[in-house]
């Protein structure tokens, strides 16, 4: 239809055909040979798949890029060869790990799609609603169920809350894309301040409660998520659940996409009008509480040796670069916890995967040979908290490449910086829609393009300094107008952390960052 605006497109869409229903056109098309038409493309992120960047423009095929939702990112250890031979048998042994807990595979083929879906359907997986303007992966800790020292174990919850929206057809139509975090976490590993709704345990008494937020998001209009001041039960989380996202559905813009998030439905009505609704949803008040006692941001993580609740055991949590793992990592990986007597590895919110349950008499070999992978389980301070999103090699949005450059970049800082040793978190994320999380990393780098040395246009990087992710004390990165070609942010680094080193280290990094950009 002409003259249609996006918004309205996608709207039409919706309507005239549930993305649920499109894997029949998928089998045809991978039947035929013929090239995806425009709406069928949109309507299949509903099973996880985009169209990928072109790299040959000698090379007509249309390349595609499958995102796998994983409940609670976990992987027995025969899902996790189903996932290897996906890897290599279609996607050119790509996978990478998602700040939601999901692999990406790239190099996907429409033609090989039936076999992929059955193969997944056999081991119990899925990518269903791994995108789409519906409820996404429920970002949960990974250790949930297996830590010895968590508030609450939500594993069961998140697992019904997930049966709920799952191919729930009453939500597959919202505005745009709904995240949740259930967090039990003792840590408060899931990031809940930048997620459109969330619960995070904390004891009131003898009694587990969960704090509710609602309304964080990262690209246009960001905000950090609004606290409700109210607890609920973890038997009422999914009653919760349904009604915001009710909300959300009834309520959203349609007509508006950049303005189409809880965010943007929050600010407009206010926190006092969200919560009558809220209530009138529910058929009763929830309770007011106070914020908990949250975990200064650089200990939000899982890398490194903890116990598990399973006597004589313990939890090992290996750093990736980026989420870069790929299929003969993944691969080795199996072999290990094949090896050590390993049932299950979970994914983490920060791209990385926690073995669980690892006997206490296999640990000191697991780790040794993790590092021997370069997955390190006690990674340098530059790598402990760094991610970087897909960018330009994969993603049409990308400006800038990302995953190399990020494992470039942390290696020359461990070499010329080895002196450095307090926390430190990085961002990098390929163009403005921050799926990397720069705007709250210390340093956050923005694919821009750039001037190099000669004069030439290149895509390079704008860097960002002092975001601070801690509940209602959160802040933005500053956008600080420096923009660097991709060979000159190592030596930029080194001298920012001099800097840093000379007189400044009674702050921590990020309010030093935070500071210059005030002067």
């Known amino acids: 239809m002409t003259n249609e605006t996006k918004a309205q497109r996608v709207e039409r869409l919706k309507q005239e055909k549930c993305g649920l229903d499109v894997l029949d056109d998928l089998a045809r098309y991978a ?31 249309q390349y595609l890029m499958l995102r796998m939702k994983l409940v609670a990112g976990e992987l027995n250890r025969d899902q996790l060869q189903t996932v290897i031979d996906i890897s290599t048998d279609f996607g050119r042994g790509s996978a990478d790990f998602t700040t939601r807990q999901n692999i990406q595979f790239h190099w996907v083929e429409c033609r090989n799609l039936p076999e992929i879906f059955s193969r997944l359907q056999q081991a119990g997986l899925t990518t269903r609603m791994g995108s789409g303007d519906c409820m996404r992966n429920i970002v949960t800790c990974p250790l949930s169920g297996v830590f010895a020292d968590e508030v609450s174990d939500v594993t069961s919850v998140v697992q019904e809350v997930n049966r709920y929206f799952d191919s729930n057809r009453e939500f597959i139509n919202l505005p745009r894309k709904f995240k949740i975090a259930i967090s039990g976490c003792a840590c408060h590993c899931v990031r809940h301040e930048v997620q459109d709704l969330s619960f995070v345990a904390l004891q009131k008494g003898d009694e587990v409660v969960f704090d509710v937020a609602v309304g964080g998001g990262l690209s246009g209009g960001r905000q950090i998520a ?46 006092d009008k969200f919560l009558q609704v809220l209530t009138e949803r529910l058929g009763y008040a929830l309770p007011s509480g106070v914020e908990p006692d949250l975990t200064p941001a650089e200990q939000r993580h899982h890398i490194g040796v903890f116990p598990a609740r399973k006597p004589a055991c313990s939890c090992i949590g290996g750093k990736t670069t980026g989420g870069r793992v790929g299929a003969e990592k993944l691969r ?21 995967f926690v073995l669980l349950d690892v006997p206490n008499s296999e640990s000191e070999a697991l780790v040794t040979a993790l590092d021997a992978l370069d997955l390190p389980v006690d990674p ?123 007189g400044a280290q009674h702050q921590s990094v990020g309010d030093y960052l935070h500071k210059l950009t005030l002067e």
């Open 380 to 502: 340098s301070p530059f790598r402990l908290r760094s991610l970087a999103c897909v960018g330009s090699e994969y993603c049409k949005f990308g400006v800038s490449e990302t995953k190399q450059f990020a494992r470039n970049l942390l290696a020359h800082l461990e070499q010329n910086c080895a002196d450095f040793n307090k926390p430190l978190s990085i961002g990098i994320s390929g163009c403005p829609h921050g799926c990397a999380h720069p705007n709250l990393a210390d340093i956050g780098l923005v694919g821009c393009m750039v001037k190099d040395a000669a004069g030439r246009r290149v895509a390079g990087y704008e860097l960002h300094f002092g975001g601070k992710i801690h509940g209602s004390g959160s802040r933005f990165a500053v956008k600080t107008g420096i923009k660097l070609a991709p060979d000159q942010v190592a030596v930029y680094f080194e001298t920012l952390i001099k800097g840093y080193l000379d």
């Open 332 to 352: 080795a990986i199996l072999q290990l916890m094949v090896k050590h007597e390993v049932e299950t590895l979970r994914i983490t919110p920060t791209q990385d």
């Open 31 to 61: 039947a035929s040979g013929e090239t995806i038409d425009a709406d069928t493309i949109d309507r299949m992120k509903y099973y996880g798949l985009y169209t990928q960047k072109l790299h040959d423009e000698n090379d007509a095929t």
């Open 226 to 271: 609004r606290r409700l001041n109210l607890h609920c039960r973890k038997a009422e989380i999914v009653e919760v659940s349904k009604a915001v996202a009710g909300i959300f559905r009834d309520h959203g813009h349609r007509e508006n996409r950049t303005r189409a998030r809880t965010r943007h439905l929050l600010a407009e009505w206010g926190v």
